[in-house]
């Protein structure tokens, strides 16, 4: 396993704790899942995405951009953690 | 190529002076950092668009990208009449530059104002104070210095913000006029609210107009309110409803003349301060706030301002100038610790203009209370059935949309649509 995707797991499996906790959603829900479209399945709504950008904050030290609060991918606890490991990588020469 | 809607002249504070200025234009500095108040302007060169939106996002800045034009607008009605489809719609995100190149199909986004993650950095915030308190001397002897001859109104809810923004607009407007709405259930009863407002109104030597709102005059309202309140969510459009009756009031009391006429209020304090409970009304909750801690959440309802109109559109919409000095202020206020109590800080603020029993009296809510607990606007308005979806759709038709279209999703934590990239649909 890289060191990339061991860290975007480790990130996916940090922000699926907060948006289960944000969203209250049961252990047992199989209609949850990394791919699940947070808004549109109605588990996050606009009060839960301002807890969960606080939480993001607090958990990883990064401030979601407005261009990423609307890239398709913020949808998705998968893309959530694609964006967030790319801004927590150094840019590299 | 570009076509713009922007009736809302620019009201800033720059260099030491006041001004009001063509939305196209922005004050005589570059630094946007040492500018206050309240600005949206849009600047072409070329194939480059250039729009730009003050620090907390008070001027709104729609933009649309079709297949051959860009338009920017401050009322999303007017983007939708001029063709635009609500999905290509965006907001220029407040405190930020935005570049739009058309020939290179590139947008790019500068900040140039950042909030602090989180507020109350200051443990022992006497000098912010100071700072502020200055400022907001500063901020209104220097709009008295640019418009000596305005005709100024004040919106006056019986509240500390507004009783403070009231004694000092009275020390440099001798002619000077408070407005304070109240609930008109049929009794003849004020409500305590408004009981307060015209105490201080009398003990400040400020004239008071009130302006009472029976069910039906509230519900006419709503539409206004929306379209130009810009937010179909409880909260703002229960403000922009109180607002538009006020504009009413003050734009049929003034005839029109050469001089701007300026209202002056008390709003943003509460989002500074976090000054936020949600309302209980027939078991739901309204008004509900994310559950973070107070730090955070002044933050969050800071960034907020930016997604919702009901002042400047409001009373803009009336050919009125709204100034909201707390603006100004901004940036000190979020320094000052949460656990410090609203009544210690417009105190500080104060410096002994405000009488001692203004402090002492439970906060209200002017579209909230009427004389009793159950009447006023929230629960006028939930009892004829106008919240959640419902308020979504009579927005749609107020901003002309021919379709209702679904609006989650269009304001996340605080900010409106932006795009990530290019648009593909854009030209």
């Known amino acids: 396993v890289s060191p990339t995707a061991y860290a975007q797991a480790t990130i996916r499996a940090t922000i699926e704790r907060l948006v289960r906790d944000i969203g209250n959603i049961a252990p047992d829900d199989s209609r949850f899942g990394e791919s699940t479209d947070l808004f549109d399945s109605g588990y996050i709504d606009s009060l839960g995405i301002v807890s969960l950008t606080a939480r993001i904050e607090t958990e990883f030290g990064v401030t979601p951009t407005e261009q990423d609060l609307f890239d398709p991918r913020f949808t998705t606890i998968a893309g959530m953690a694609e964006i967030i490991a790319a801004r927590l990588t150094p840019n590299r020469p | ?427």
């Not at chain 2, 504009?247 to 500074?272: C, H, K, R």
């Not at chain 2, 004829?384 to 679904?406: M, Q, T, V």
Request: glycine content about 8%.
């Open chain 2, 1 to 427: 190529m570009l076509e713009t809607y922007l009736p809302i002249p620019n009201a800033v504070w720059a260099t030491n002076a006041f001004s009001l200025i063509n939305a196209h234009h922005l004050p005589g500095t570059d630094d946007l950092t040492q500018t206050t108040g309240r600005f949206a302007a849009v600047r072409r060169s070329g194939d480059t668009i250039v729009m730009t939106r003050d620090t907390f996002g008070l001027n709104k800045l729609y933009f649309a990208l079709d297949r051959r034009r860009l338009l920017a607008a401050n009322y999303l009605a007017d983007l939708v009449s001029a063709g635009a489809c609500l999905d290509a719609i965006y907001a220029v995100p407040a405190g930020t530059a935005t570049t739009v190149d058309l020939r290179r199909r590139t947008i790019h986004l500068r900040r140039y104002h950042h909030l602090p993650p989180a507020a109350g950095a200051e443990a022992v915030p006497h000098e912010q104070l100071a700072i502020a308190r200055d400022q907001l001397t500063d901020s209104i002897r220097q709009v008295a210095a640019a418009y000596p001859s305005a005709t100024v109104a004040v919106c006056l809810s019986g509240g500390l913000d507004s009783a403070l923004i009231a004694a000092l607009t009275r020390q440099h407007f001798a002619d000077l006029t408070a407005y304070t709405y109240t609930f008109d259930d049929g009794t003849g009863q004020l409500s305590p609210d408004a009981i307060a407002a015209e105490r201080l109104a009398r003990r400040l030597g400020i004239r008071i107009r009130l302006v009472r709102a029976d069910e039906s005059k509230i519900l006419n309202a709503l539409p206004r309110a929306l379209r130009f309140g810009q937010d179909w969510r409880d909260f703002n459009l229960h403000c922009a409803i109180v607002n538009e009756l006020l504009a009413e009031a003050i734009a049929s009391d003034i005839p029109p003349n050469d001089q701007p006429v300026l209202v002056v209020t008390g709003d943003l304090m509460n989002e500074f301060l976090g000054d936020y409970t949600p309302i209980r009304y027939r078991d739901h909750e309204y008004y509900s706030l994310p559950d973070i801690g107070p730090d955070l959440l002044r933050i969050s309802l800071v960034r907020g301002l930016q997604c919702g109109d009901r002042e400047v559109g409001v009373f803009a919409a009336r050919g009125l100038t709204v100034l909201q000095p707390y603006a100004n202020l901004g940036d000190h206020l979020l320094r000052v610790p949460s656990r410090m109590a609203k009544r210690d800080v417009i105190n500080v603020l104060a410096g002994g203009l405000l009488p001692p029993q203004s402090y002492g009296r439970a906060k209200a809510r002017a579209q909230i209370g009427g004389p009793t607990p159950r009447s006023g606007i929230l629960p006028l308005l939930v009892d004829s059935g106008r919240h959640g979806k419902r308020l979504e759709h009579e927005f749609c038709d107020a901003i002309g949309l021919a379709h209702r279209s679904p609006l989650r999703g269009r304001i996340r934590a605080g900010t409106y649509r932006f795009p990530h990239q290019f648009p593909p649909e854009a030209p």
